[in-house]
């Protein structure tokens, strides 16, 4: 893509090559302190007026931990890019890009509240999902599936459920939309069942001597 190929030119050894697969670009800002010049630069001079979104890996176990996607759009030459770049456990934090582009606002509030980056210069930076004062943030790797108990007298709390409060269970292929809809994963048999199907596991160990399995419910004989 061109305007990759300027943003490379423009910013040297700062952008990475830029990686083309099944025709979108990405580019790599090795420095997170500047990534407010770089996409003020894709915005004013390369036609890239439109944010789509913004979003955080959490790459547990590795060094730096997380990454931030930062996916673009130009209505005039429309073409994508995606900007990447990453942001260490220890630091936790990285400038703010609502002075390129004001719908960053929600975006960078949203990865505040699940992944616990904080964006230095956001007008407002508060949690939009979970209530201020709740300790954990849901979507990093080390929250458990369930969920964690947390109790803010007056205010909120919460207790361990499945499907409630972290990141869910998907299985890919599936005969049906059914199978491939987020599940819970059940340690002992690394079976995969619906929340009814928990509710319902007394019933279903009595029905057909165990409570786990996939299909349909069917009397012992």
């Not at 869910?168 to 340690?187: C, L, M, S, Y």
Request: hydrophobic residues 35%.
């Amino acid at each position: 893509m061109e305007q990759a190929q300027q943003l490379k030119a423009k910013f040297g050894e700062l952008i990475s090559e830029p990686m083309e697969f099944r025709g979108e670009t990405t580019l790599k800002v090795l420095d997170a302190e500047r990534i407010v010049e770089v996409c003020e630069f894709a915005k004013r001079s390369l036609g890239f007026d439109y944010l789509l979104d913004i979003c955080s890996i959490d790459n547990y176990g590795d060094d730096p931990r997380f990454t931030v996607v930062y996916h673009l759009y130009g209505l005039g030459h429309r073409q994508h890019l995606r900007l990447k770049t990453d942001v260490s456990e220890e630091k936790s934090e990285l400038p703010t890009i609502t002075t390129v582009w004001r719908t960053a606002d929600w975006h960078e509030r949203e990865i505040y509240d699940m992944m616990g980056l904080r964006f230095r210069g956001h007008p407002d930076l508060r949690r939009i999902l979970m209530w201020e004062g709740y300790p954990y943030f849901p979507l990093r790797k080390d929250f458990p599936l369930a969920g964690k108990p947390s109790d803010m007298p007056e205010v909120a709390f919460s207790k361990p459920a499945p499907l409630e409060g972290g990141p869910f269970v998907t299985i890919a292929g599936g005969k049906d939309r059914i199978a491939r809809e987020p599940r819970v994963r059940i340690p002992e048999t690394d079976a995969i069942e619906t929340n009814a199907r928990l509710e319902r596991r007394k019933e279903i160990q009595e029905a057909h001597g165990r409570s786990h399995g996939p299909g349909p419910i069917e009397p012992k004989k």
